[in-house]
Nanobody, 119 residues
């Protein structure tokens, strides 16, 4: 049973930086595709950053960056110069893993992390 466990929510001030983490547990994940999304109440989930090692479709919004640590199956979202408009619930999503010598599509989601940017 794969679980993605995200770091706890935070309250930060405008202009500050914050790093979110998303750790895989249960099995050894060879992550080949992972993304971070965010959702503001009443709005659709928005793609913030993505690493896709299979087709190299990598992406990150300005002020955001995504990285992985394969040694501990952890994915990070670095957020800089935060603005009140960045207030949202952030989710990690693993959509590709390398398993038994082949690429496997998956649909693993973290539980969500509340980020509030306010004075």
């Amino acid at each position: 049973q794969v679980q993605l466990v995200q770091s706890e929510g935070s309250l930060v001030q405008p202009g500050e930086s914050l790093r979110l983490s998303c750790a895989g547990s249960g099995v050894n994940l060879a992550i080949y595709g992972v993304a971070w999304y965010r959702q503001i109440p009443g709005e659709e989930r928005e793609l913030i950053a993505q690493i896709n090692s299979h087709d190299k479709q990598n992406y990150a919004k300005s002020r955001f960056s995504i990285s992985t640590n394969s040694a501990n199956d952890t994915v990070y979202l670095q957020m800089n110069s935060l603005e009140p408009e960045d207030t949202a619930v952030y989710y990690c999503h693993v959509f590709n893993v390398w398993h038994n010598g082949a690429l496997e599509r998956t649909d693993y989601w973290g539980q969500g992390t509340h980020v509030t940017v306010s004075l």
